[in-house]
């Protein structure tokens, strides 16, 4: 062994001795099989430490404990540290407690020091303080509301009932518990408005267990299997590779890694070259090794044998960074080493949401900017819960990219000075680097960020070229390139047309000049248009005031709006964020582009057609006798057809999966075939997890061609006048960058505005910005301690739990664990429901009934059953078609539950299902999807073999049925004397398997691929440039006088007076919102969305004719002091 690998091994083993006789727990070996960077017969090792370091470190930055030969006392129990709020006493120093057997520090000591001190334990809570945090969570409505319950509560006779002083003071303690998080920030303008702190966040994530056991810090290769976002290219494969977790630790060391990680974890071998000399190694990808090897050496450890450093040749990427760098570069020290200290390092992406939501609960409009943030390490499955969205900023003054600029920096300085957190899975401080990952939003307000024109214009694209004038696109060429991904926008190029707009903001007449270039670009900044409108205004001061010359004038706006016209706010900051490429990064939306874009187009040029011929009673009859059954949502509403131009996600959710059943001898097939290639496109979109990439993305890119081809054959002018059916292009590319589509869905951040609304009607509405992110800010407070996350008590000299009052309170209490977000455990899969008046059954009486029983013991009892979870956690009761496997096998079959029996009457499982079998027919030609037929074939099968409930419509085209019945129409849940026409099914045999139900799509998937060519393509290749033609020249021929306006016109660039103003940005984001209307000129608007139609300072009718008046602000008032509002609504 060499001289160095000695004295390295020395170190080690000492330092193990070190920790082991300081009772400090070592960390695991983990990430073995998550990342790599060398291998067995690799040199060229990945950067390390000096020597190794403890990972704990004292828990005092003072001196050492008085006396250092105190006994320690080592407790197992599992109860954390309890919440000091007060009268608490810290246990004696001469009584120590070693929670779980390690030590921990928080303390910014220097690495190296022998001396370790215990955390301290606390106290538990006192009943009283306990009632007190329990009444802080109820709560959470008006001050008015709040300060009648205690009184109420003493009054029914409750006892320990705090006051509303006690209730005060409880919020300034815990709002103080981990500091104010709550920053002010100001605009280029001076407009105020402040913003919560992204590093608490993560702190309090990461001190919680519940959160931090289902982190992921790396990327993840699955041999194509993609379901999560570090699945994605770009954390794989992506520009921000220096964003991503920088480092790893194996056998004690922590490795800190460089370029040589993506070669080496992919498994390719990098090798001495002796032919070139000693110094040199060579990168080969054509040898491949096994994808997980372990660590070596660090760099310090190699410096002694290549103290001139090292070459890497046989590869571009190794040989240019030498050339550049020197060959002693692939040795030298990160600069993490020193700052980490010991501690590891952990990179945490972000998935961000900007919107408009009102702030009020009723119609009227109250426009405040949201942003909201989710942890994108956790998995969907987390990111999902309402609890675990974090909201960021809100203001009612400033434009989305203004509060955008202020979040940025706040994520580059705490990305450039790591946040230090306490990691509640290694028990020990560690550092993270927060970073943006990707933006979520519906489309204007993509547009916005990717400072494009928006929907509206000539080029309506947001990460594409795609488009151009109308006449260009209603010729064959331009009609054909809006159904292809045209040339990839890029932030460089944006900033390049953004310059160039402000070289145009200072001449003379820039109005016309500006609108020209920004109609010819499709790039518009709204920072950069407020800029340009100060330009204007005080150009026009100088003409007016001045007698200088128009180059004197120009010169003189220089040197006034330098700073803003040169500085680094002068445009939208995301186009030069580190790391995040704005045009690929905001990907295309499911909810706004599909259910809200797509979807709703389709559903109004049905209900046109149903309305000229009609026949949309007759939809209506037929779509009420829809089977919900597998679809997971509730009953068919009525609201629906009762109210078709008013409709939500969820109601276009439904149309999309089970539409195409209704409309046989109703519209044209063109049309049906239209809503069956949509409902699959859909329901790719929504798939949860990916098995192969590369076949999902040519499905999908099949999908998608399918629709845009039926939608040129059937509504043609959609593909021009509509900007989303564009945007469907694409989502194969997004797919691929950030895995299922569903992970940066803004679906869970939609539902989360309920959450925003509430806590902005119950503030004072005094100071709505710094209010509303103050109440988040303490509901976040709350929610950490009161699902045991730890935090840094400065008095106290350690981290510290909440008691164990709190965790009781927690394992007691449902509607506070509700409050908080946690959700009930789902049963077992295979647990069954049984009635406690069933009868129990024996085996001679099954065999009797004819059934088999041949797992079943002489002396089993058995009860039939109401219901039972399948392995997916579907309840299944009697009628319900499932998807079950054959014993020992794992083919999927079909079939209808007859009989359910368990073997027990209390959470029993579910022993034995008889299962009545369908045999495949034919592919229905009207819809095209497989037609099953129900057999008198009954099989026994266990209750565990059941994988989903299936979602299967009656065949009513193929039999005929007919809307003859008739059913009594319910009203108060109560039969009235009035009868409705119901549809009435000539037979329970033939039905239709439903491939675009969205609820278990791979279950079916599975099951119905290979039969009849079910997921085949409908337009083939041949195809696309006729119909692409016959379509363009169908929108020539129906072309209108106001169309011919449009020609040379950007829409949201019309006039002058809105080129340098804000109010296109407010026009484009309410005309993506109407309903779209070939057969009339103004679209129509419905709901809230309605309201935003109208401009400020003017009425406007809505689409019922009621007038609505535009929202007026007040100004701005003194700050009133604040007043924390009540929690979780």
């Known amino acids: 062994m060499a001289h160095s690998q000695m004295a390295a091994h020395a170190t080690t083993v000492s330092h193990q001795a070190r920790v082991k006789n300081m009772g400090i727990r070592q960390p695991d070996k983990r990430h073995e099989d998550k990342v790599t960077d060398a291998c067995h017969e690799c040199y060229i090792c990945v950067l390390g430490f000096k020597q190794p370091v403890p990972v704990f470190r004292p828990l005092f930055s003072g001196p050492a404990h008085p006396n250092p030969t105190t006994e320690v006392t080592t407790t197992d129990d599992p109860t954390p540290p309890s919440l000091l709020l007060s009268g608490e006493q810290a246990v004696a120093p001469d009584s120590i407690v070693v929670v779980d057997g390690f030590l921990a520090d928080p303390s910014h000591q220097r690495p190296g020091s022998s001396i370790s001190v215990p955390p301290i334990l606390l106290n538990t809570m006192s009943h009283v303080q306990t009632h007190t945090m329990t009444l802080r969570i109820l709560h959470m409505t008006t001050e008015r509301t709040a300060a009648s319950r205690p009184r109420l509560a003493k009054e029914l006779g409750a006892e320990n009932v705090p006051s509303m002083y006690a209730l005060q003071k409880c919020d300034q303690k815990l709002a103080n518990l981990m500091g104010d998080m709550t920053q002010r920030f100001t605009t280029q303008k001076g407009d105020i408005y402040y913003v919560n702190d992204i590093g608490t966040m993560l702190k309090q994530d990461f001190s919680n267990m519940n959160l931090r056991k289902n982190m992921e810090f790396y990327p993840r290769e699955l041999d194509g299997s ?130 408009d939501v009102s702030g009020n609960t009723s119609k009227q409009w109250n426009k405040h900017w949201c942003c909201y943030a989710s942890n994108a390490a956790l998995p969907r499955k987390e990111l999902n819960q309402r609890s675990n969205i974090r909201f960021v900023s809100t203001s009612q003054h400033i434009d989305p990219l203004e509060m955008l600029n202020g979040v940025c920096k706040m994520f580059e300085q705490a990305f450039d000075k790591p946040v230090v957190a306490w990691d509640a899975a290694l028990g020990c401080e560690v550092l993270l680097r927060p970073y943006i990952h990707v933006i979520s939003g519906d489309n204007p ?126 445009m939208n900051p995301l186009l030069s964020l580190k790391g995040f490429n704005v045009h690929l990064d905001t990907p295309t939306e499911t909810l706004h582009t599909i259910l809200l874009g797509v979807v709703k187009y389709l559903w109004t040029e049905t209900t046109q057609n149903l309305d000229k011929s009609g026949a949309f009673s007759l939809f209506s009859t037929r779509f009420q006798a829809v089977s919900v059954s597998g679809l997971n949502c509730g009953p068919v509403p009525a609201y629906i057809t009762n109210n078709r131009g008013s409709l939500n996600g969820k109601h276009f959710k439904l149309l999309v999966q089970t539409a195409s059943f209704c409309l046989h001898d109703l519209v044209p097939i063109e049309l049906i075939h239209t809503w069956s290639v949509l409902g699959r496109l859909a329901v790719l979109a929504w798939y949860p997890s990916i098995g192969n990439l590369d076949s999902y993305e040519q499905e999908l890119q099949q999908a998608i061609n399918d629709f845009l081809h039926m939608i040129a054959r059937t509504v043609p002018a959609l593909i021009i006048q509509k900007a989303k059916p ?404």
């Open 726 to 1129: 564009h945007l469907l292009v694409h989502m194969p590319l997004f797919a691929r960058r950030f895995g299922p589509l569903l992970g940066p869905s803004s679906e869970r951040y939609e539902s989360f505005n309920s959450t925003f609304r509430a806590a902005s009607v119950h503030s004072n509405r005094q100071a709505p910005s710094r209010d509303i992110a103050r109440t988040f800010a303490l509901f976040d407070v709350v929610k950490h301690v009161m699902s045991g996350g730890t935090w840094y008590d400065s008095k106290k000299g350690g981290y510290i739990h909440a008691g164990s009052s709190i965790f009781q309170l927690r394992e007691s209490s449902p509607l506070t664990n509700r409050l908080l977000g946690v959700k009930k455990q789902a049963k077992p899969f295979g647990t069954a429901n049984v009635l406690s008046s069933s009868v129990s059954l024996s085996r001679e009486q099954l065999i009797a009934q004819g059934l088999e029983v041949q797992g079943l013991l002489t002396t089993s009892t058995i009860y039939p059953a109401m219901s039972f979870a399948a392995q997916n956690g579907d309840k299944i009761t009697s009628g319900s078609n499932i998807i079950f496997t054959k014993e020992n096998t794992t083919c999927p079959v079909l079939g209808k539950v007859r009989e359910l029996f368990a073997d027990g009457k209390h959470n029993g499982t579910a022993l034995m299902v008889t299962v009545q079998i369908y045999d495949w027919v034919e592919l229905d030609c009207t819809v095209r999807m497989p037609a099953v037929c129900l057999t008198n074939k009954v099989q026994a099968i266990s209750g565990l073999a059941v994988i989903c409930e299936a979602n299967l419509q009656h065949r009513c085209a193929y039999v005929g049925c007919m809307d003859t019945g008739s059913a009594p129409i319910l009203q108060e849940r109560q039969q009235t004397g009035m009868m409705q026409a119901t549809l009435k099914h000539n037979d329970k045999i033939n039905f239709i398997v439903n491939i675009l139900s969205f609820h278990n799509c791979i279950a079916l998937r599975k099951l119905c691929e290979g039969q009849f060519g079910c997921y085949d393509p409908l337009i083939a290749l041949s195809e696309y440039s006729k119909i692409q033609q016959d379509g363009a020249a169908a929108v020539r021929n129906s072309k209108k006088p106001q169309d011919a306006k449009l020609d040379d016109q950007e829409s949201n660039i019309g006039n002058s007076k809105q080129t340098l103003g804000l109010s296109s940005v407010y026009t484009e984001h309410v005309q993506t919102h109407t309903h779209y209307s070939p057969s009339t000129s103004k679209p129509k608007v419905s709901g809230r969305l309605g309201a935003q139609k109208r401009k400020r300072g003017k009425n406007t009718d809505d689409a019922n004719g009621h007038v609505l008046r535009a929202p007026s602000f007040p100004q701005e008032e003194p700050l009133a002091p604040y007043v924390p509002p009540t929690l979780f609504s």
């Open 445 to 570: 307000m993509q547009a916005i960020e990717c400072s494009t024109c928006g929907l509206l214009s000539n080029f309506c694209c947001r990460t594409c070229l795609a488009g151009g004038q109308q006449k260009y696109k209603r010729s064959d060429e331009g009609f054909a390139t809006l159904m292809r991904v045209g040339t990839l926008r890029t932030p460089n190029n944006t900033i390049e047309s953004i310059d160039d707009q402000y070289k145009i903001a200072f001449t003379s007449n820039p109005t016309n000049r500006l609108a020209l270039a920004q109609r010819k670009s499709g790039v518009k900044d709204t920072i950069a248009q407020s800029v340009f409108k100060q330009i204007s205004d005080r150009r026009q001061e100088l003409e007016e005031d001045t007698t200088l010359s128009e180059q004197e004038i120009t010169l003189q706006l220089q040197r006034e709006f330098k700073s803003k016209s040169e500085g680094p706010g002068r």
């Open 226 to 355: 993609v379901s999560e976002i570090w699945h994605g290219e770009k954390m794989l494969k992506g520009d921000n590779q220096e964003q991503l977790t920088p480092m790893t630790s194996y056998s004690g060391q922590s490795y800190v890694y460089q370029v040589a990680r993506e070669l080496s974890a992919r498994g390719y071998r990098i090798s001495p070259h002796p032919e070139l000399g000693q110094d040199h190694f060579v990168y080969s990808s054509q040898s491949p090794l096994s994808l997980f090897q372990a660590f070596r050496k660090t760099c310090v450890q190699l410096r002694s044998s290549h103290p001139n450093g090292v070459t890497i040749v046989g590869d571009p990427i190794f040989v240019s960074i030498t050339e550049q760098r020197g060959a002693t570069d692939w040795l030298q020290s990160h600069p993490l080493r020193e700052l980490a200290a010991g501690r590891e390092v952990y990179s945490i992406p972000f998935i961000l949401f900007v919107d």
